[in-house]
């Protein structure tokens, strides 16, 4: 079995798939903050005293302190079973959310009112870098005309023109991202720096 969780974003998600690849259970909560007491209770209440053999987990960008949480609880659980740990594209995740079977742009809020943002295709195969931009520069660089998450409302009001859907990542897209995409180590993807500095010895 493969478990599959993120927590980017102001909702927390997590699949349990079979080893046919076929999602039997999930859980998916809007909660704002509050991940890190969140996350570990919903994650025993959907295996019900199954393990699994694989733990998949969001790696980002988004909310820092969520990437920190995912992903610190992927490393304990995946040790305490013995499971194999790999990453995947929170964005992509995002993009999957959407069954409009064409291209489809991902938009997450950044900080300082910049956005995360990727282009995909039909296949979640991306078509642009991951981009951290102002509404106005993503609104330049984003083509499609789809866009998808809690930023898509800047993005196309930026642009003027194109489909906005407010959407949230959920763990049970997660086999339909490409290998590339949920192959990644399992370690932050932030797609900026952080707010804090480090000081300097004087």
Same mark, same amino acid.
């Given at each position: 079995?493969?478990?599959?969780?993120?927590? =980017?974003?102001?909702?927390?998600?997590?699949?349990?798939?079979?080893? +046919?690849?076929?999602?039997?259970?999930?859980?998916?909560?809007?909660?704002?903050?509050?991940?890190?007491?969140?996350?570990? $209770?919903?994650?025993?209440?959907?295996? +019900?005293? #199954?393990?699994?053999? +694989?733990?998949?987990?969001?790696?980002?960008?988004? =909310?820092?302190?969520?990437? #920190?949480?995912?992903?610190?609880?992927?490393?304990?659980?995946?040790?305490?079973?013995?499971?194999?740990?790999?990453?995947? =594209?929170?964005?992509?995740?995002?993009?999957?959310?959407?069954?409009?079977?064409?291209?489809?742009?991902?938009?997450?809020?950044?900080?300082?009112?910049?956005?995360?943002?990727? /282009?995909?295709?039909?296949?979640? /195969?991306?078509?642009?870098?991951?981009?951290?931009? #102002?509404?106005? +520069?993503?609104?330049?660089?984003?083509?499609?005309?789809?866009?998808?998450?809690?930023?898509?409302?800047?993005?196309?009001?930026?642009?003027?023109?194109?489909?906005?859907?407010?959407?949230? $990542?959920?763990?049970?897209?997660?086999?339909?991202?490409?290998?590339?995409?949920?192959?990644?180590? $399992?370690?932050?993807?932030?797609?900026?720096?952080?707010?804090?500095?480090?000081?300097?010895?004087?």
């Amino acid at each position: 079995m493969l478990l599959a969780f993120d927590t =980017s974003t102001a909702a927390c998600t997590a699949a349990l798939f079979d080893t +046919d690849g076929e999602c039997i259970a999930r859980k998916d909560e809007m909660i704002g903050r509050g991940h890190a007491e969140k996350l570990v $209770p919903m994650i025993a209440e959907l295996l +019900d005293g #199954r393990t699994p053999d +694989d733990v998949l987990v969001g790696v980002g960008p988004g =909310s820092f302190t969520g990437i #920190r949480v995912g992903i610190a609880a992927a490393h304990g659980v995946a040790i305490g079973w013995g499971a194999n740990l790999a990453g995947m =594209s929170s964005l992509a995740l995002l993009a999957a959310s959407s069954a409009a079977g064409a291209e489809v742009a991902a938009a997450m809020l950044g900080g300082h009112g910049e956005l995360f943002v990727q /282009q995909f295709d039909m296949a979640l /195969q991306p078509t642009t870098s991951l981009l951290n931009l #102002r509404p106005a +520069d993503a609104a330049a660089a984003i083509s499609s005309d789809r866009v998808v998450g809690p930023g898509s409302t800047a993005l196309v009001e930026a642009r003027g023109w194109g489909e906005a859907v407010e959407a949230w $990542p959920a763990a049970a897209g997660a086999l339909r991202l490409p290998s590339i995409l949920r192959q990644l180590p $399992p370690d932050p993807m932030y797609a900026r720096a952080p707010d804090a500095k480090v000081r300097s010895a004087a």
